[in-house]
């Protein structure tokens, strides 16, 4: 019976040559073509671009917490002293200091946006003087952050109230601050503040834009809604 060998594989020498960009080929293997390397790139970039973008980190929720912030402790001193003999009313849960309560929000490692609850309002000088902050929301981008809250303020010419709802109050200075922890408890301390000029007709042009105010304070915690709220029992003969 006869057999017959099979013809060993020519390689062109042309495969054997550097290629035009400047690379070798190795003897005996065929290039690739740029085609098709191209087409693949642009397959994975595709399919990179179909993955949601909170798959590869999920925000981090903020299921309690409060904001400890005096304001501004001149100013302060200043409705309740012997010139202005008026008065500070914590109000809507938020307590002498001040201490804004019920933190909620999301973040994710140096970035985050929470609202407290609560909120202060001031009276002097025989109600000449009138201002309320409330509604106070706190955002951190990297080194970064805000202070944004609803002001109302007399104006001490006119006497008209005027309302600057969510208006940036101050900058913040995040420093040297922690991350946001995904579970458990993260504190801010001494976070330094700074006044806004968007923010000093509603300080009744009390203070100049860039003003120091007291610095702020925030505790965070951090967790799953589920984790704490449980699912109510079953009812017995639901199961």
Known sequence: MLHF????????????HPDPGGGHAMSGAVTRPRGAMALLATLVAALVALVPAGAASAATTV????????IKSSFVSYI???????TVTPTGGATAGFTFPSAAGTGDGESFSVGVTGGVQF?????VLE?????????????????????????????V????????????????????????????????????????????????????MDPVSLTLVTGSD??????????????
Do not use: C
């Open 123 to 127: 009276s002097g000088h025989e109600g």
């Open 226 to 239: 589920d984790a704490q709220t449980p699912d109510p029992l079953p009812t017995p003969g639901e199961e």
């Open 161 to 212: 109230t005027n309302s600057y709802p969510n208006v940036t109050v101050a900058t913040l200075d995040f420093t040297g601050q922690p991350a946001l922890a995904p579970t458990g408890t993260t504190t801010y301390s001494n976070v330094a503040a700074s006044l806004t000029a968007e923010a000093v007709p509603a300080f009744n042009d009390f203070y100049t834009a860039g003003t120091a």
């Open 80 to 86: 309740t002293g012997p010139i202005a003999h008026g």
């Open 5 to 16: 060998s099979t013809p060993a594989r020519v390689v062109p020498s042309k495969f054997l």
């Open 131 to 159: 201002m309320s902050i409330s509604g106070i929301q706190v955002t951190r981008s990297g080194s970064t952050g805000t202070l944004v809250a609803t002001v109302s303020s007399k104006d001490r010419d006119s006497g």
């Open 63 to 70: 299921v309690d917490g409060q904001l400890d912030w005096g």
